[in-house]
């Protein structure tokens, strides 16, 4: 690791992963990392905690993942990781973290310590009941959900402006970006509360939440069709679409395309494949078909996302 005081930036290339790290302490109790990391080689690693060393720091963060698996998440202990997902930690957790070879990995993490935390979020306004229950949970000290909400785009390539142009840290602007993520935070977790407030058991979500992981992993395939899925999963296909509708607020089919397009933007934009070859990749006939259902969901032909 080398580390550059100025730029308050580490760097690393070892024979397992490249990449830089960001750090800066904000105001006391509270940091802010970024990390833009490629993984040569599996690599899978456990923190090591000094039990004379005191450890009281939480962590929030945004995590964008890149692989060569058309799986949209990983699992590891009792944990399901989204590949674009936020992740929420107390202090001290025993986890253990994979990455795959050939991934990219860029993170935004904020780090504060329970005095922070009691002062700054948990007299706010807007936090949420169950992230209360959370935090009074013993047993539970991790979480992670899919990192749907658009409203946190313009804030990513803020942090990612800020950290890759700045000679050192713009603690102001940092510190602004950093409140902001805070709010988009809580605010999503309220949402999802709202959206999950309607009763539906705990067995129902379970099992809907399966569905959407099998469905982020078919992508590249067409739609399954709301028969095959409820035959799969053991459920009536009328319950299922009430029961998606419910937690996801869309249609099952629309979250489909939806996140099929999200990844097709993706692809065009960060590699050289004609759009014909993007267009067969996600299992479309012919370009026109493709073309047409990617300006439904992005209101641009795919042929224009280079030109921007």
């Known amino acids: 690791m080398k580390n550059d005081e100025e730029r308050q930036l580490l760097h690393s290339d070892t024979p397992f992963v490249k990449g830089d790290f960001h750090y800066a302490e904000l105001e006391k109790g509270l940091w802010i990392m970024s990390s833009e990391m490629f993984y040569k080689n599996n690599v899978s690693f456990k923190p090591i905690y000094d039990n004379f060393l005191p450890v009281n720091y939480y962590f929030v963060s945004i995590n964008l993942v890149e692989n060569s698996?058309?799986?949209?998440?990983?699992?590891?202990?009792?944990?399901?990781?989204?590949n674009n997902s936020i992740s929420f930690s107390k202090p001290r957790i025993d986890y253990i973290n994979y990455h795959f070879k050939n991934s990219k990995e860029i993170m935004y993490i904020a780090y504060f310590d329970e005095a922070w935390l009691k002062k700054n979020i948990m007299e706010s306004l807007v936090i949420p009941v169950s992230f209360n229950e959370f935090l009074l949970n013993k047993d539970k000290g991790f979480f992670n959900y899919s990192l749907t909400n658009k409203s946190f785009e313009p804030l990513i390539q803020k942090f990612s402006n800020l950290f890759k142009n700045s000679t050192k840290p713009n603690l102001f602007e940092l510190k602004k970006l950093t409140y902001e993520f805070f709010t988009l935070f809580l605010l999503s977790l309220k949402?999802?509360?709202?959206?999950?407030?309607?009763?539906?058991?705990?067995?129902?979500?379970?099992?809907?939440?399966?569905?959407?992981?099998?469905l982020l992993g078919k992508l590249h395939d067409k739609f399954p069709g709301i028969e095959h899925i409820a035959m799969k999963y053991k459920i009536s296909p009328t319950k299922l679409k009430q029961d998606f509708k419910t937690l996801y607020d869309c249609s099952i089919f629309n979250f489909f395309q939806q996140k099929k397009m999200d990844l097709a933007y993706t692809v065009i934009k960060d590699s050289n494949l004609k759009i014909k070859e993007v267009s067969s990749k996600f299992s479309y006939e012919n370009v026109s078909k493709f073309s047409k259902a990617f300006y439904k969901h992005h209101n641009i032909l795919p042929s224009d996302i280079r030109k921007q």
């Open 191 to 214: 949402k999802n509360e709202t959206l999950n407030s309607n009763n539906l058991k705990p067995r129902d979500r379970f099992k809907i939440e399966k569905i959407e992981h099998y």
């Open 69 to 82: 698996y058309n799986k949209g998440s990983y699992e590891f202990n009792n944990f399901k990781i989204q």
